[in-house]
């Protein structure tokens, strides 16, 4: 018998006593052999993240991009015609983020991450002034700070030991001005609903500037808003979308 388990053709002593079945059996195990041995294992595709809806549908949609246009250039209709009537300082009250500012990247990276939110990550990405802008809000501020007597007041619960940080990042987007205030949470009591009575009075950190009329209020949760009824939607406050995190998510 050869190396294969073949019996050469000339031996005919041996061949006499082979069945048929005896003859086909090593070629049978031979192919056999071949047909199921392990194939190769294919190389793996690279893991590609998997963001949340909400997070694709900020990002990606133009659902998103209309919204915020439609709010921003509603609003520019309501302050300009409002501005006209004044005859003294008045303002503005705008949040920060996911309203002027645009933090999707902080999101994405942790969802890619797999991390929860952290005050410690959050504020390693406003150090690192990446943030972005919502759409329509740049031409919004531009056209505002052209009428007579008008100011920016930036109320944001980020916090105030940031504050360089986030001028920095909003003049890196072509809209830092020095005389935009900000006030920004100096501790965790420090609740919008205080800042927003200083502003309107001028006292505590706005006594330096005196009372304000304030003709809009912007944010993209409703805390962002004064809860008085004499104020309406799409006239005196501004809603912008975010269906990514907020007190809605939390009750």
Request: one cysteine or more; aromatic letters at 10%; proline letters at 5%.
């Amino acid at each position: 018998m050869n190396c294969c388990g073949l019996v050469p053709a000339w031996d005919f002593g041996r061949l006499k006593g082979m069945t048929a079945r005896s003859l086909y059996l090593p070629t049978f195990f031979l192919v056999a052999g071949i047909l199921i041995a392990p194939a190769p294992l294919a190389a793996k595709a690279p893991k590609v993240a998997r963001f949340s809806s909400a997070l694709n549908w900020i990002t990606k949609s133009r659902e998103y991009k209309a919204v915020c246009l439609q709010t921003y250039a509603n609003a520019w209709e309501k302050v300009a015609a409002a501005a006209k009537k004044q005859k003294g300082p008045w303002a503005i009250v705008m949040d920060l983020d996911e309203t002027v500012l645009d933090n999707s990247g902080y999101q994405r990276r942790l969802e890619a991450s797999g991390q929860g939110h952290t005050q410690e990550a959050w504020e390693v990405w406003v150090a690192e002034r990446k943030a972005g802008l919502v759409p329509g809000a740049k031409e919004f501020i531009v056209n505002v700070r052209k009428l007579p007597h008008g100011r920016i007041i930036f109320i944001s619960n980020r916090y105030a030991r940031n504050t360089a940080h986030s001028r920095a990042n909003v003049k890196k987007l072509g809209l830092g001005v020095e005389s935009d205030i900000y006030l920004l949470r100096q501790d965790r009591a420090d609740h919008k609903s205080i800042r927003r009575k200083e502003v309107l009075a001028g006292s505590g950190r706005m006594k330096k500037n005196g009372a304000m009329k304030v003709l809009a209020w912007f944010g993209d949760t409703a805390h962002d808003h004064p809860n008085d009824p004499k104020l309406k939607w799409g006239t005196h406050k501004f809603m912008l979308p975010n269906p990514v995190y907020g007190n809605w998510d939390e009750e």
